[in-house]
Each structure stands twice: as C-alpha cells, then as structure tokens.
C-alpha cells in the first residue's frame, strides 16, 4: 500500500506564513500538516495561510488536521485561513459546514 504524498512549501513575511499544499490531504499525510504548522509557529506569527489550490483530494482526515493546525495556531496567538481551495477542497468544505470557519468567506447566495 502506497503513502499519500502531500508537499508543503512555507513562505514567511514578518509575522505572516503561507504553506502551499500540493497533493493529498487525508489520514497519511494530515500529521505532515500538523509537523509543518508547529514548526511554522516556531516564529513569531500572527497569520498562517494555506494555500490550497494544489491539493488534489482532501477528506475527513484532511479537513480534521486543518481544524487541528486552527487550534494549534490559536494557542500561539495565530489565526489561521485556508485560501484558494481547490474545487474538491470547496466542495467538501461546504458540504461539512466548515468554508466560511476556515476561508472566512460567506456563502450566502451559493448554490
């Protein structure tokens, strides 16, 4: 049985991170995630992005690990946003009720 692949590259500006994920986000890669954001958060900082645009299949694992990183940040006194979720990260996103808790958009008027 084959690993799931998730890439992470970080990017900082001052007190701001953007984690660009690529691939696949599920049970076998969400502690890559969770590794990722603590050791983002060896810095300083106040906002954590994820760049989701690039992930490829995200599930319930995924979409707990982001609920996890959100906590994770919070008690460092970071908040965290997930932007340009791909078209399966939106989907499954609204279907859990979870878009506008980690995007901070609306979707008011949507389907």
Known sequence: ?????????VTSEGPRARLELTGEL?????????????VALEEPLTLL??????????DSSGMSAF?????????HGARVVLVRPSDQVRT?????????????ERVDGDE
């Open 1 to 9: 049985m084959s690993k799931s692949a998730l890439d992470i590259v």
């Open 26 to 38: 599920d049970l076998h890669s969400r502690d890559t995630l969770i590794r990722a954001t603590v």
């Open 49 to 58: 992005e994820f760049d989701a645009s690039e992930l490829s299949f995200c």
């Open 67 to 75: 609920l996890a990183v959100r906590n994770i940040a919070n008690e």
């Open 92 to 104: 499954l996103l609204k279907v859990s009720g979870l878009h506008e808790f980690l995007t901070g």
